[in-house]
């Protein structure tokens, strides 16, 4: 089981608190650090000092770590344009040294599209298809050739293409609870598919619906990674779970029903049960980011009994 930690820095983080923690989850041996995408945090809190941006942190990532890979769970079509995407991703991952990975949604959250002066199409799915056409489709391009695409919400001409990412292929990650066009996108353009906040039963259900949609477009099932996100609040022993369920704002049985929470050996459990319904791959959610023994607890007493 690939551990991976995933963090809301809209909910108040500062570029220096981030690479903090991705330094910490290098140095303890998690896989990968992970970002979500917003400009305007969610709830209770007032987001100080602000929003940074995904991509522009991711950057700086990547030139401040060595091993680690970066990615987003997930970029909002809403806030780029497909072929400035293709550029800014690839840039990136030749900042890193070929260690990035684009998750990529149809953007969802109104509120901050309104808070920032972002248009917020009606239309976003038949968006994002397109989206990862061109994505997708300007990494394929050979170098010297040229890339054009007629969309109906995008049109590119005689695109050089430019530039490539060091990897031959980013991984691209598709998620979400859709039934239909959701697991239909996956089978098409991802190599991960992923389930946010999801219970066993439904994250068991969305990983079939996705083997089926891969199988029907020719390609195996096994083709793709199935991960989940879930938020994760580990403790040496109860007082110390509820201590840090209590700072990120949660109950502890709310917690342990919803995400991984409890004691070492709970987690590791639970993470176990979903193991065996096909998932390989957690993005812990870890929402108090100035509490690094919990990763310290995680990368000791979770993540070598799941090796």
Not at 7 to 35: C, H, M
Not at 122 to 136: C, D, N, W
Not at 193 to 216: G, H, Y
Request: with cysteine.
């Amino acid at each position: 089981m690939d551990l991976r930690i995933f963090t809301e820095p809209q909910q108040g983080a500062s570029y220096d608190t981030l690479l903090t923690v991705a330094k910490a989850a290098e140095d303890l041996g998690f896989n990968a650090f992970y970002r979500s995408d917003h400009y305007l945090h969610m709830g209770a809190g007032n987001g100080l000092p602000g929003p940074t941006d995904a991509w522009i942190t991711l950057a700086g990532l990547a030139r401040e770590t060595k091993r680690i890979r970066l990615g987003t769970l997930m970029t909002a079509g809403t806030f780029r344009l497909p072929g400035v995407l293709a550029i800014q991703v690839a840039q990136v991952d030749q900042m890193s040294g070929g260690r990035v990975e684009l998750g990529l949604g149809a953007g969802w959250f109104e509120e901050e599209h309104k808070a920032y002066g972002i248009p917020f199409p009606k239309e976003k799915f038949g968006r994002l298809e397109e989206q990862l056409a061109i994505v997708t489709g300007l990494w394929a391009t050979g170098v010297g050739e040229k890339f054009n695409y007629d969309g109906t919400y995008y049109q590119l001409t005689d695109s050089p293409a430019l530039p490539k990412p060091a990897q031959a292929k980013v991984p691209i990650l598709i998620g979400g609870h859709g039934a239909t066009r959701t697991p239909r996108l996956a089978a098409l353009y991802a190599d991960e598919f992923n389930i946010p906040f999801a219970s066993l039963e439904d994250s068991e259900k969305q990983f079939e619906r996705v083997k089926e949609a891969a199988t029907a477009a020719g390609r195996g099932a096994d083709d793709l990674v199935y991960s989940n996100a879930l938020v994760v609040c580990v403790g040496k022993d109860d007082a110390e779970v509820a201590r840090r369920a209590s700072v990120i704002g949660r109950e502890v049985e709310e917690l342990k029903a919803n995400g991984l929470a409890g004691s070492p050996a709970e987690v590791v459990d639970k993470i176990g049960r979903y193991g065996e319904i096909g998932s390989s791959r957690i993005y812990l959610q870890v929402l108090d980011l100035d509490d690094l023994e919990h990763l310290e607890l995680i990368s000791a007493q979770v993540q070598p009994q799941l090796n």
